[in-house]
Each structure stands twice: as structure tokens, then as C-alpha cells.
């Protein structure tokens, strides 16, 4: 229904790798979603890097996301919407997750309206970046020539180079990150101009919210440290976490002010 709860996360980077951080990571993740689904939400965003890597064959697809797979489906199946937009660790969604689980998928991000607002929703990692490194690099890796050729590699290589070259990326996604930390101008005047009122973005793993005079721009932290996310009722986008902390809105006359940085980790938690 159109005044029904829009949700949105970001940045869970579900691995294969057991530890009990992922472990919670998961359980955490689950209970969200049975949440969402017991209010009857019309959908969600999961808006970038759900998975550390994701990249499908023909016939073979990653193993070891199976309860984050059904539990997601699980909300797809009580009515709620559920919408994959890749990230850059994930951009390689395929027709598994379309087909077989009945996702929505958006690999580069989309343009939503719902309850009368106006809602660009995309991972960030090109509308934040000003690194021609960096976006020179996801030019090559989205080509289809250069996704042929890694498709002729035998999986088992292909995700172990992955789960070496996350790192890579990692901290690639760390530079970013330190931008927002130390006041320097994100990339954001190319946007500023297009038809949207609020940008919902992750990748940087910093939650806040600012409201200008026009649009809002609502950065959602992560599910690794912060277990945040965004609701959006009755026209009005709301910055939490989990554990019920609310993010209050910054307003900002210059848009070259950088942002406050919120929901910071929780105690001991940053060196996980």
C-alpha cells in the first residue's frame, strides 16, 4: 500500500568465512527482516555490498548465503518488495537472484517515488568518488568483454582472487571513508541538479542525514558495526540502528559542507 514503511541497508558485506562476528552479523540481519515483514512494509532497498563478493556462472553460484537467501525471500513472500542494488563489491547480481528468488534487481541504482516523495537510491561508490583510479578500475570489471573472460576461470580461483583482492577494494572504500572524516568535499555536485528529492547512498559506512533547503541526503552507515538503516513513513526518512538509536537530522545551508559523521561503532568494536 503507498503509506506502507519503505526500509534501507547497506554495506552487511556477508562472507563465507565462519567467525562469530559473522555469525551475528547474520542473526542481527534476520531479525531485521522479520520485523520489516511483520509491519507489512511495502519494500526494501538493500542499497549495495549485501555480500563481500558476488559473481554467478552459468551453474554455479557462491555458497554459504543460503539463510541470508531465505530469510530475505521470506520477506519477499509475507508481500514486502525486496529491491538488490549492486554495490562495488557486488555489482555481478545475476539472473539466480532474479529468477530463483524472485528479487527485484538494479545494478547501478535507481530513481523511486514513494509516498509522494521523489527518491534517487544508489550505492555511492561513483557519486561519492572523486578517485579516477578508482573509477577507471569499475569501468574495466563492468565490462561485458572483461565478465566473459573471468566466467571462462574455475570458480573455486575466481572467488579465492576475490577474497584477496577484497582487501584491495576495502581500502579503496577506506580512502573514501577518511574523505567524510576529515571534512574534504565529497563528489556530489554532479547529482545536485537531477530530479530527486533525498539521496539515499551507502559504501562510505558513515551514517548521517542532512536536509537543505531542497533535498536530503542520508548516508546509512553499514551492518558490520553500526546496524543501521533507514525508514521511510509517511514521507518523512528516519536514520537507526537496531538497538533503536535514532540519528537526528543536520540542516545545512552550503552544500560544500561536509557532514557530521553519526552512529559511530559501538565500544570495542572497531578493531573487528
Known sequence: M??????????AHFSARDSAHEREKRERFSR?????????????????DLFDFWFEYRRVVPAG????????????????????????HDYWLGEHLARDWDFDLSPDGLVAEHQGRR???D????????DRGYLALKAVIRNPVFL??????????????????SHGSRW?????????????????????????????LGHLHLGFHLRYSRWEILCLGDWIL???????????????????????????????????????????????
Not at 503507498?2 to 554495506?11: I, L, N, R
Not at 566473459?148 to 583482492?165: N, Q
Open 226 to 272: 553500526r546496524f543501521s538503516y533507514a525508514r521511510l513513513v509517511e514521507g518523512q526518512l528516519t536514520l537507526m540502528n537496531d538497538a533503536g538509536l535514532t540519528v537526528p537530522v543536520e540542516t545545512v545551508d552550503d552544500p560544500d559542507r561536509p557532514p557530521h559523521c553519526r552512529l559511530r561503532p559501538r565500544p570495542g568494536a572497531e578493531g573487528r
Open 32 to 48: 531485521f527482516l522479520a520485523g520489516v515483514a511483520a509491519e507489512g512494509a511495502e519494500r526494501l532497498y538493500v542499497v549495495g
Open 119 to 121: 527518491l534517487r537510491v
Open 172 to 200: 579503496l572504500d577506506e580512502k573514501q571513508m577518511e574523505q567524510g572524516r576529515q571534512g574534504r568535499p565529497l563528489r556530489l555536485k554532479a547529482v545536485l541538479n537531477e530530479d530527486f528529492d533525498a539521496l539515499i
Open 2 to 11: 503507498p503509506g506502507d514503511a519503505v526500509y534501507f541497508v547497506s554495506d
Open 65 to 88: 548465503f543460503g539463510d541470508i537467501l531465505h530469510a530475505l525471500r521470506r520477506l519477499r513472500d509475507a508481500g514486502t518488495g525486496v529491491t538488490l542494488i549492486g554495490g562495488n
Open 148 to 165: 566473459g573472460a573471468a566466467r571462462l576461470v574455475h570458480p573455486d580461483l575466481t572467488f579465492w582472487l576475490a577474497d584477496r583482492l
Open 123 to 130: 550505492h555511492g561508490d561513483e557519486t561519492l568518488s572523486s
